[in-house]
């Protein structure tokens, strides 16, 4: 399934501080933008509810996790509240390990090439490249001529519709994107506005690579 969402549409909305009073309206505005992978970052406000409440109120299509997941009790508090993505700040490989044995997909967070092999070694289905602004496009292109092409690596933190074409054409697979797409305190109208403006340039650069 994550293939597929990504082949989609290579963004990931990160909805940190995200309400469950408030996150359907927004998980609406995201997928009608294209977005069709969101998570919602455990120190948010009641994350497992969050969670519930997108997987009900979005089409199957559309793959719902959690952020910020650190520890393997975590993955099973995830799982039950119907996410289908753990995606980490860190690489631990028990928590990677817990998120495939309870079938879903996982996306550690990983700094060097070292710690992206071992992610990969223990069973990580996507590199989450962090923080994006400390390693640069240019470690991107580093990494991209050592790791499979069909692995893919995503940049997070930092990213902006406007460098986002940098990235790609260094060799980024897709993007997790935080606060310059959604913020506590921003309407749903808001947050779709900041989505459109990202997903019209995911398109554009895409649109171009495929001439």
């Not at 260094?170 to 921003?186: C, E, R």
Request: with cysteine; hydrophobic share 50%; charged share 15%.
């Amino acid at each position: 399934m994550l293939k597929n969402a990504m082949k989609q549409c290579g963004l990931i909305a990160i909805l940190r501080g995200v309400k469950p009073h408030e996150v359907a309206a927004i998980g609406l505005k995201l997928y009608e933008a294209g977005f069709r992978i969101i998570e919602v970052p455990l120190n948010s406000p009641e994350p497992f509810d969050s969670i519930r409440t997108l997987r009900t109120a979005l089409p199957a299509d559309c793959m719902v996790g959690a952020g910020t997941v650190l520890t393997t009790d975590q993955v099973a508090a995830v799982k039950r509240a119907g996410g289908e993505i753990i995606v980490m700040p860190h690489s631990d490989p028990l928590v990677i390990a817990a998120a495939k044995q309870a079938g879903l997909a996982c996306a550690p967070g990983v700094a060097t090439v070292t710690e992206a092999f071992a992610a990969l070694a223990a069973g990580a289905d996507v590199l989450k490249m962090f923080p994006a602004e400390q390693l640069g496009a240019h470690v991107v292109k580093a990494w991209r001529a050592v790791i499979p092409r069909e692995i893919a690596l995503l940049p997070v933190g930092g990213i902006t519709p406007e460098n986002l074409a940098t990235f790609i054409d260094a060799g980024a697979s897709g993007f997790g994107l935080g606060s310059a797409l959604y913020k506590p305190g921003l309407s749903a109208e808001q947050v779709g506005q900041h989505a459109n403006k990202f997903v019209a340039a995911w398109c554009a650069v895409q649109e171009q690579n495929n001439r």
